[in-house]
């Protein structure tokens, strides 16, 4: 399918808001299942050095 302009390209003959929606939802996404874990990742390790340094000072 051929557009005659970038907005056109945009609108894409008139469910633009329903397909770059979809684009935008899937990024969210997919940002999400990389840094979810590691945050998680980070959040273990603070919670281990925090009680390595608790175990050493008793």
């Given at each position: 399918?051929?557009?005659?302009?970038?907005?056109?390209?945009?609108?894409?003959?008139g469910h633009g808001a329903y397909v770059w929606s979809g684009y935008?939802?899937?990024?969210?996404?997919?940002?999400?299942?990389?840094?979810?874990?590691?945050?998680?990742?980070?959040?273990?390790?603070?919670?281990?050095?925090?009680?390595?340094?608790?175990?050493?000072?008793?």
């Amino acid at each position: 399918m051929a557009f005659a302009s970038f907005a056109d390209f945009l609108a894409m003959g008139g469910h633009g808001a329903y397909v770059w929606s979809g684009y935008g939802l899937c990024v969210v996404l997919l940002a999400l299942n990389v840094m979810l874990p590691f945050l998680a990742h980070r959040r273990y390790l603070n919670t281990l050095a925090r009680s390595r340094r608790r175990e050493a000072l008793q």
